[in-house]
């Protein structure tokens, strides 16, 4: 069974400075894809970015990165000089092998990060 | 660049009520997902469709029901409502199988 562990319920970081939210993922299937949301107060879910499993590189989007270490099963999302905007629950999700072309997508139970000024 | 459509953005039902709760894709996406999140937790997979076939079906109520049209959206259809089912709905699209890009979410409220 696929699983996603945040372990960090709660951070807080100073505006401007980068910060790490930390994601471990656990799943049989040889090809899957990671991906991180960001779920600001608003509630709506917005697309950060995507690593896939046999990418040689990591993801970045701007200021997100995707610190990708496949044998220790993280995904760890980077946000480098946070934005007060920056602040709202991130959610670390999974989706298996593409056995088909539409395979759902398991979330972990995020973080909530709170930029201060 | 246009994204997924829902509608309404808030319902309020009474308990035993029907609820229809509406998803238009990004265009030219063939694969809709819907989610259902309650207070303080994360999406939980409910039901999935690829060219307008149920492709993928998680916990999803036998209370609830849901299809895809021949213009590719989608409609959740929930009945006898429960006070449980007060929650926020996301539909999500994708090309594919690719990245599901999310909808802004219907916040049902089931009294």
């Known amino acids: 069974a696929q699983k996603i562990t945040q372990t ?110 | 660049a246009a994204g997924v459509i829902q509608s309404p953005r808030h319902l309020i039902k009474e308990k035993r009520e029907t609820a229809t709760l509406k998803c238009y894709p990004i265009p030219r996406h063939d694969t809709v997902y819907w989610y259902q999140q309650g207070p303080g937790q994360d999406p939980q997979f409910l039901i999935s469709f690829y060219e307008k076939m149920q492709s993928d079906k998680g916990s999803i109520p036998d209370r609830f029901s849901a299809q895809q049209f021949s213009d590719y959206h989608s409609e959740l259809n929930m009945s006898s409502l429960e006070l449980g089912d007060s929650a926020l709905y996301f539909c999500a699209s994708s090309l594919a199988g690719d990245t599901q890009y999310f909808g802004p979410g219907t916040r049902l409220t089931v009294l």
């Open chain 1, 8 to 117: 960090q319920p709660g951070m807080f970081v100073q505006e401007k400075e980068a910060v790490t939210l930390d994601c471990t993922y656990d799943t049989s299937d040889p090809s899957y894809g990671l991906f991180w949301y960001k779920q600001p107060s608003s509630g709506e879910m917005i697309f950060l970015i995507y690593q896939g499993s046999y990418d040689q590189q990591n993801a970045t989007e701007g200021r997100y990165s995707l610190n990708f270490q496949k044998a220790r099963k993280s995904a760890n999302l980077v946000i480098s000089a946070s934005q007060l905007g920056d602040s709202a629950m991130y959610f670390c999700a999974m989706r298996g092998a593409m056995k088909t072309s539409y395979d759902k997508v398991i979330f972990g139970p995020g973080t909530s990060l709170s930029v201060i000024p």
